[in-house]
């Protein structure tokens, strides 16, 4: 396979690992203002009790419910490769770049004083420069899906500057980073063109255990439980390629050669959201929240920022079509219409996306309202006074309700639910939810705002870890100290 091994611009990487200047990793600015959120217990209370099996009080995920009405989505089954072949090569080509760019930023960042980048400043970065790309770019199909190609380094510089690092040495990091990003983005390009030109054979070997099932190709290994390949089997039989669609419900036939494609697409799938690193970015609402969002809101709530393998429903917004799509993704919410529903809105934490889909979300509102449209959304973010999207949530004409759960009171999915035993993860912010409705939406299913709080309380609760989880997950607090988690939303 052609790769971009040998022309990746190392000799940068090697050039600042020779610095012996000294190093540091520290805080120097604050990293949020948090809000208000009173300790009531109910997380404590809920962690403690026995027998909660790994879905909770019901299955993690459920498929039976259909999206809204009138949903579109410009994303489609066209942004994932023909070849499922292709889809595996260029993901472990795309894990390798990652990997690299990492290690330049590490390299960057000690070179100038510090022991390390901040924590999963890399991933707030990337996640920053491909909004911008697509808020930007009007031809998605020609983008790398996962590596900056035109990266804006603010996010960065702003990171490092919270570090300890000047504005000029913090500049200079974010702009080699960013040199790096683009050459390599560059080279998957041109490596996802020659491919797709001459489609080559690839083999993903899949090997089962008691709990799960690993599957490794071209030294890339990645991990699913039983229960959530059974939950991609049902996703892909729906939407996956008709010619690639599994033909029976037995999870493995007798001939593997019918899920030689489904193992594929799944075997790159899982590899792209590995690659991510920070699986707090991708954790989700438990299913008790969304039990609780139909029940008052007169309707299942459509994930709006979710993917294939924390999704709660059928179909749902995610970042990358290439991987998600044959999974029932439509795409991302930048590019699909709310125009009418029910719509939970749970971005990962980064401070420019949140900014960007809360906009985004008021302007369907907006849209909704003067349509007489009945719109609502249920909107998580973290309580971060300092944000913007938490000040634009809180102004807006369509916020019917506030509710501030502090972070012992509640917890989130974990991102790698699909491949862990203990499904729930512990959050280190206040979580504020906001629920933002237009005047049919209200008229429509009118709240009961003291029953709607107080089950949406119990329903975060839910999700705190219990105490042998933490142990498992080597989060559990020192001696007798509060709970903390790592949870990297």
Not at 199 to 209: E, F, I, M
Not at 350 to 356: E, Q
């Amino acid at each position: 396979m052609a790769s971009s091994d040998h022309t990746f611009p190392f000799t940068l990487f090697a050039r600042v690992m020779s610095s012996q200047k000294k190093r540091r990793r520290s805080t120097v600015a604050p990293l949020h203002v948090v809000c208000d959120a009173a300790v009531t217990g109910s997380g404590a209370a809920a962690a403690a009790r026995q027998g909660r099996s790994a879905g909770g009080d019901g299955e993690l995920w459920d498929l039976s419910k259909p999206p809204p009405r009138g949903v579109s989505s410009s994303a489609s089954l066209r942004e994932a490769p023909k070849s499922a072949a292709v889809a595996v090569l260029l993901e472990v080509a795309r894990a390798k770049a990652l990997d690299r760019l990492r290690k330049v930023l590490h390299a960057l960042c000690s070179a100038r004083g510090l022991e390390a980048p901040p924590q999963l400043a890399l991933e707030r970065w990337r996640f920053a420069c491909k909004l911008a790309e697509e808020l930007g770019d009007k031809h998605p199909a020609a983008r790398e899906p996962l590596l900056p190609c035109r990266p804006d380094g603010a996010s960065l510089v702003r990171d490092l500057l919270r570090s300890g690092l000047d504005e000029a040495a913090s500049s200079e990091v974010a702009a080699a980073l960013g040199t790096a990003s683009a050459t390599a983005a560059g080279e998957l390009v041109a490596l996802s063109r020659r491919l797709a030109s001459a489609p080559p054979a690839v083999s993903v070997t899949v090997q089962r255990s008691r709990r799960s099932l690993a599957l490794s190709c071209n030294g890339e290994r990645v991990i699913i439980t039983h229960a959530a390949y059974g939950k991609l089997v049902a996703l892909h039989r729906q939407h996956g390629l008709a010619s690639e669609r599994i033909p029976a419900e037995v999870p493995l036939p007798a001939d593997p050669e019918l899920y030689a494609a489904f193992h594929q697409r799944m075997f790159a799938l899982l590899l792209r959201y590995k690659t991510l690193h920070g699986h707090g970015f991708q954790a989700a609402a438990g299913p008790p929240v969304f039990r609780v969002l139909a029940q008052h809101l007169g309707g299942a709530a459509f994930e709006t920022f979710a993917s294939p393998l924390n999704a709660r429903h059928m179909r749902f917004c995610s970042a990358f079509s290439d991987t998600d799509a044959p999974f029932g993704s439509y795409g991302s919410f930048f590019g699909f219409d709310a125009s009418s529903g029910v719509f939970e809105l749970n971005p990962p934490f980064v401070p420019d996306l949140m900014d960007a889909a809360l906009a985004r979300c008021l302007g369907q509102l907006t849209a909704a309202e003067s349509a007489a449209r009945s719109l609502t959304f249920a909107v998580l973010l973290p309580g971060w006074e300092e944000q913007a999207a938490v000040t634009s949530a809180r102004a807006s004409v369509y916020l019917r309700l506030e509710v501030a759960i502090s972070a012992a009171d509640h917890g989130f999915v974990d991102g790698a639910s699909h491949a862990r035993q203990d499904p729930f993860r512990s959050s280190p912010w206040p979580t504020l939810v906001f629920i933002l409705q237009t005047s049919a939406a209200a008229a429509t299913s009118p709240l009961n705002l003291i029953t709607l709080e107080a089950d949406l309380r119990d329903a975060f609760a839910f999700c705190v870890p219990s105490a042998a989880a933490l142990v498992r997950q080597k989060r559990a607090p020192k001696g007798q100290g509060a709970q903390k988690g790592t949870k990297a939303r």
